[in-house]
């Protein structure tokens, strides 16, 4: 075979403009004057790595926000990126200075005692460049797409003395001038002009920029040539809207990969985009966003937590981050928070700079006042710090070191397999009589095992009947490995979770109660189980007991290896609660699955 061609969709440029507010203590218009007297004398401001200074705006819609704006940078590796990390924390901290020196304070967007919290309500700006009309198209669609996830992941609430309001943003939920964005048929210009009529016949506005994604970019923010994203609320740190920054970069890599293989972005829904978005503004990463089942009409609503929306979209984007060398540490302040609260036991870990603000606030009643927080802001080393992943640390260290092993692996991408097409082919004889594990061995013409996700989305299905359910069961358990469904079950949401479980599990004869981490599959609750699952297929091994022993159940079950007769174990559930007298509890369920007669076992 002859290599003919080998195509990489490399980074093209964006613009960063990094939004904060201004507040004046005491003063009701102070904050107004203040941004109009900096903006007629601005402080100079350093470049950055492509040698064009940083400029520092406003904005009549934001008469109390300022703007830095990078110009075109390009963010194509890491060391790039930590240059322009760095002279965008200088310029912040020099604007930092300057208000102060004029009397005022730069804050984080969102300060509740601000008299009029609206006007200093505001966005980063992400613009990125693009070569052609069908790149612009297709950008501005995928961005589209994932509306809701993305401002899950990025949404700034009010903060005050007494903490952070709950929900998603702040800005979104106020904004009379932004609105979700349309389908893009193509970027011609008598298509957009129909857009453009649309806007005005569904929501009173004629231009393009008012939409999440402005397809033509925005003029005031020398970005009329890019397609600028609108979703992400301004972050209170120059390495959260880096990390952002990264994110628009992958994305954009990836309609370039669709426009070159001449694919399109599929046309969700208006309604459901707009439902989702809605979701997202007013709950954030707590957020169940409706799934899109346009091609299963049959079916009944399907939802997913904002959260595993969140981890689905990173895990697509891994292709363009390795591509972009991104790092561990670029990607810890978006990536491993939400993988932590999606797959650890523990709770309280920092997803986004709405939780980091909360966390700070509860372990010191003062971290949120606004000179500590101005003081921040006027330190670049403070701005380019991991937050989120310093606060990680100290809610779970051992989960925080696990996930940046994984993350870091995710990143190193699979491993190469060799080319073994050449070589002789082992004797299948001896495999099959050196493996004798039950699901090893699969029949001619057998479907391969079903995954974790495939078997909760079958399940999901209504009025399922209950030898589907154990033919379900039973095409899991053929898997490899450790079945485990806890992770998978709490990427679902709560109340769908619930529902699976009700669906799981088996009826009240064949659930074993335990008292105690068993010794053995020859232990008289262990034996029982076994009978009931041998009789009916399936059984339940609950545990009930102080939250500290949860793990010595789970040590115990890993110590009395594999059930006899090719019976297989499954977590269902492994939490903690809170009973009476505020006692905290642990629960832990195993399902006890048996093979079919003479065909699994």
């Not at 003395?161 to 939920?173: D, N």
């Not at 479980?501 to 064949?510: F, K, N, T, Y």
């Not at 079950?557 to 174990?569: D, E, I, K």
Request: glycine share 8%; charged share 25%; hydrophobic share 35%.
């Amino acid at each position: 075979m002859t290599l003919v061609a080998l195509y990489r969709s490399a980074p093209l440029r964006q613009r960063i403009s990094k939004g904060y507010s201004v507040y004046v203590p005491g003063h009701g218009r102070g904050a107004e004057e203040l941004v109009g007297s900096l903006l007629a004398g601005p402080p100079p401001l350093p470049a950055g790595p492509s040698g064009q200074p940083h400029t520092v705006r406003g904005s009549a819609r934001a008469r109390a926000a300022l703007w830095v704006d990078t110009g075109r940078v390009s963010l194509h590796d890491p060391t790039t990126r930590a240059r322009t990390a760095e002279a965008l924390a200088v310029s912040v901290a020099r604007v930092a200075a300057d208000v102060r020196r004029r009397g005022g304070l730069l804050l984080p967007t969102g300060w509740q005692q601000q008299p009029d919290p609206l006007a200093g309500l505001c966005a980063d700006l992400h613009s990125a460049e693009v070569l052609n009309p069908v790149q612009r198209e297709v950008f501005t669609n995928l961005v589209r797409e994932h509306t809701a996830s993305l401002i899950a992941l990025g949404g700034r609430q009010l903060y005050g003395p007494g903490g952070v309001a709950p929900g998603g943003s702040a800005r979104l939920s106020r904004s009379f001038d932004q609105v979700s964005t349309r389908y893009l048929d193509s970027c011609a210009p008598e298509h957009l002009e129909r857009v453009r009529t649309r806007l005005r016949q569904e929501e009173r506005v004629g231009r393009l920029e008012v939409m999440d994604v402005s397809p033509l970019g925005m003029p005031e923010a020398q970005a009329g040539e890019d397609v600028t994203v609108r979703l992400f609320d301004a972050q209170v740190t120059v390495a959260g809207t880096l990390a952002h920054a990264l994110l628009v970069q992958a994305l954009s890599m990836w309609s370039r990969d669709l426009e070159r293989t001449g694919r399109r972005v599929r046309q969700v829904p208006q309604f459901l985009l707009e439902q989702n978005r809605a979701r997202a503004v007013a709950h954030g990463l707590a957020a169940e966003l409706r799934v899109d089942q346009t091609r299963r009409t049959e079916e009944p609503p399907r939802t997913q937590s904002a959260g595993r929306a969140v981890r689905t979209l990173l895990s697509e984007l891994l292709p363009y981050l390795r591509q972009l060398d991104a790092t561990t540490d670029e990607l810890a302040p978006f990536f491993l928070g939400v993988e932590m609260a999606g797959s650890a036991a523990a709770s309280g870990f920092v997803r986004n700079e709405n939780d980091l603000l909360a966390h700070w606030h509860r372990e010191d009643r003062t971290a949120l006042a606004p000179e500590r927080l101005a003081q921040g802001l006027a330190t670049p080393d403070w701005l380019t710090a991991d937050h989120c992943g310093v606060s990680n640390r100290a809610v779970g260290h051992g989960s925080w070191a696990a996930a940046r092993v994984w993350l870091t692996d995710r990143l190193a991408g699979p491993a190469p397999q060799p080319d073994r097409r050449h070589e002789a082919q082992p004797d299948r004889r001896h495999e099959a009589q050196r493996d004798r594990r039950p699901e090893s061995r699969r029949e001619p013409g057998r479907p391969a095992p079903l995954t974790a996700d495939q078997l909760l989305d079958r399940l999901a299905r209504p009025d399922l009947p209950a030898p589907e359910v154990m033919d379900a069961l039973r095409s899991y358990c053929r898997a490899g490995g450790t079945l485990d469904l806890t992770r998978p079950l709490r990427s679902r949401g709560r109340d769908e979770a619930r529902a699976l479980r009700r669906v799981l599990r088996p009826r009240a004869g064949q659930r074993v109660r335990c008292e105690k981490p068993p010794v053995s599959w020859d232990d008289a609750t262990a034996t029982r189980a076994l009978r009931a699952a041998g009789e009916q297929g399936v059984a339940l091994m609950h545990w009930d007991l102080p939250a500290q022993d949860r793990a010595r159940v789970r040590e115990a079950l890993r110590g009395m290896g594999r059930a006899p007769g090719g019976v297989r174990t499954v977590l269902l559930t492994d939490t903690n609660y809170t009973a009476r007298e505020d006692e905290r509890r642990g629960t832990v369920e195993v399902l006890l699955v048996a093979p079919r007669e003479g065909t699994d076992r």
